[in-house]
């Protein structure tokens, strides 16, 4: 296979942009091929790509991920340039600064969006895409329910997942799931972005706090959050867990809650990736304490 800034730079002429001189690979992304396209009469973009596209619509879905972000949560995004089968083309961000005060701005966003889009049922009006496996987001009026056939229980049947846990893990994910009301607190339903690890968050050019490469769907605010908690977050942003947890009025005991939370995005690294950073081995040091009937 040719090289990623060929390959992005051979779609990018496909679809129209001849103006594209160079394109220069990102480092960062897990899933898909990304660069920054520098071109003759117009400011750079960024490109990303799949080598092999795992369906039609899975960058039309990011593409509206990123607009309902800013339109409905007030979130900021990269401009929307192009959203075809073969690639998503987007305005060019900044590198996040190292500073408390963009974490303390990034709080008040994400808060915001959280508070200011309250939903009556869990899921989105169709699926989407999580790196290169299908989101399914089908409605749901129990937030349990939701998160436990959707979010854990769906990865069960993927063939990485299945190799990685034996039966007795797998029993123990059942078990969790059927305890979900015991182990947390019952939540309403908000816009999330629903990949929120550090790396997919920038800044825009006057410097305010900006995602990319939303999962997006209506669930509990908490699964953003913990996807940041465990991302190794900076040390800057300690402020924004302590100003987070103020605007929303999170309890005390939000910290303990995390990693349930966040096998979620584990199982999601396991299904598709040879090497899972240790996410199995999280996901068992979490199941241990369901491993036996209670």
């Given at each position: ?75 900021a ?29 990034f ?33 749901n ?82 699964v ?57 081995n ?5 199941l ?7």
């Amino acid at each position: 296979m040719k090289g990623a800034a060929a390959f992005l730079l051979d779609g990018l002429r496909r679809a129209g942009m001849d103006d594209v001189v160079a394109v220069q690979p990102a480092t960062g992304g897990l899933a898909a091929l990304a660069g920054v396209a520098t071109r003759r009469d117009a400011p750079p973009v960024f490109v990303k790509a799949f080598a092999e596209p795992p369906a039609d619509d899975v960058f039309a879905a990011e593409a509206e991920g990123l607009t309902a972000l800013r339109e409905r949560g007030g979130m900021a995004t990269p401009e929307v340039l192009l959203a075809g089968r073969e690639l998503l083309v987007l305005s060019v961000l900044q590198p996040r600064p190292s500073t408390g005060d963009f974490w303390e701005r990034f709080a008040h966003a994400l808060a915001h969006q959280h508070l200011s889009t309250v939903h009556p049922r869990f899921g989105w009006h169709r699926d989407n895409w999580l790196g290169r496996r299908r989101q399914h987001n089908t409605w749901n009026d129990d937030g349990f329910a939701f998160f436990a056939e959707h979010r854990l229980l769906r990865w069960l049947g993927e063939p990485r997942v299945e190799a990685a846990l034996d039966a007795a893990d797998q029993a123990a994910l059942e078990r969790l799931c059927d305890r979900l009301p015991d182990l947390l607190p019952k939540q309403p339903a908000c816009l999330t972005h629903g990949d929120l690890w550090t790396q997919n968050l920038l800044a825009t050019p006057d410097g305010r706090p900006a995602l990319i490469d939303p999962a997006v769907s209506y669930t509990w605010a908490e699964v953003d959050l913990a996807h940041v908690w465990t991302t190794a977050p900076p040390p800057e942003a300690q402020r924004f867990f302590a100003v987070y947890a103020e605007l929303t009025s999170l309890d005390r005991d939000w910290p303990a809650r995390m990693p349930i939370l966040q096998l979620r995005q584990h199982l999601a690294v396991l299904a598709q990736f040879d090497n899972d950073w240790g996410a199995a081995n999280l996901i068992r040091a979490t199941l241990t304490p369901f491993r036996t009937p209670s």
